[in-house]
T-cell receptor
C-alpha cells in the first residue's frame, strides 16, 4: 500500500519564478494538508483541502495557492518566489473523521 | 494563543540510557497530541498520539508518552535508547483528529555509542 507520494523530491528555482509541487495521498485518504518546514524549524501549516475545496488556511500570503483534484491528489503553487520560500514542503493526507495524518517525504525547494 | 514549546533544542545521550523529551502546549480546548520523528532529509513518522482515555500512551519503537493536563505537558520517554533513535523529534497539537497541527521547534537527539 503506497503511502503519500510527493514530486519532485528536489528543485531549484530563481527568485520571482513560480513553482508547482504535487502530492498523491495515501490510498483511501480524502484530505490533503500542506506544511512548510524551514531549516531548523518545525513544520508550519499552509492549508488543507477536502472535497476539492480549501477548508483551512494558515498564516501564508496569497502567493501560496493550491488545488485538489477529484482523485484527491493535490498541488501547491507558489508565485513570485522569494529567497525565504526555500524550505521542505510536506504533504500530509488523512481520512475525514479518522485519526491522524500520514506525511510524505517532502519536496526540498531552494530559491536562488 | 495556541503554541507548542519544546524546551530542549539538542539532547545527547549514551546508547542504552533512558530518554525524556519535554513538550508543553498552550491550547484553548482539550487538545489532540502527537509526537513525530524525522530523520535527516525525510518526512515525519508518527510515533504516538493521544486523543482521550488512558493518559499513558504507547507508541512504536518502544516510545511512550504521558499526558498531564495540570502541567499542560506531553513528554516523550524511552527506557533504553538505541543508536538508530538519533533524529529530530517534534511534538504537535491539534483541535481534532484531522485539524491543522501546530508543531514545536523540535528536539534533536544525538546518541553516542
Amino acid at each position: 500500500d503506497a503511502g503519500v507520494t510527493q514530486s519532485p523530491t528536489h528543485l531549484i528555482k530563481t527568485r520571482g519564478q513560480q513553482v508547482t509541487l504535487r502530492c498523491s495521498p495515501k490510498s483511501g485518504h480524502d484530505t490533503v494538508s500542506w506544511y512548510q518546514q524551514a531549516l531548523g524549524q518545525g513544520p508550519q501549516f499552509i492549508f488543507q483541502y477536502y472535497e476539492e475545496e480549501e477548508r483551512q488556511r494558515g498564516n501564508f500570503p496569497d502567493r501560496f495557492s493550491g488545488h485538489q483534484f477529484p482523485n484527491y491528489s493535490s498541488e501547491l503553487n507558489v508565485n513570485a518566489l522569494l529567497l525565504g520560500d526555500s524550505a521542505l514542503y510536506l504533504c500530509a493526507s488523512s481520512l475525514e473523521g479518522a485519526k491522524g495524518y500520514t506525511f510524505g517525504s517532502g519536496t526540498r525547494l531552494t530559491v536562488v | 494563543a495556541q503554541s507548542v514549546t519544546q524546551p530542549d533544542i539538542h539532547i545527547t545521550v549514551s546508547e542504552g540510557a533512558s530518554l525524556e523529551l519535554r513538550c508543553n502546549y498552550s491550547y484553548g480546548a482539550t487538545p489532540y497530541l502527537f509526537w513525530y520523528v524525522q530523520s535527516p532529509g525525510q518526512g515525519l513518522q508518527l510515533l504516538l498520539k493521544y486523543f482521550s482515555g488512558d493518559t499513558l500512551v504507547q507508541g512504536i519503537k518502544g516510545f511512550e508518552a504521558e499526558f498531564k493536563r495540570s502541567q499542560s505537558s506531553f513528554n516523550l520517554r524511552k527506557p533504553s535508547v538505541h543508536w538508530s533513535d538519533a533524529a529530530e523529534y517534534f511534538c504537535a497539537v491539534g483541535a481534532r483528529v484531522t485539524d491543522k497541527l501546530i508543531f514545536g521547534t523540535g528536539t534533536r537527539l544525538q546518541v553516542f555509542p
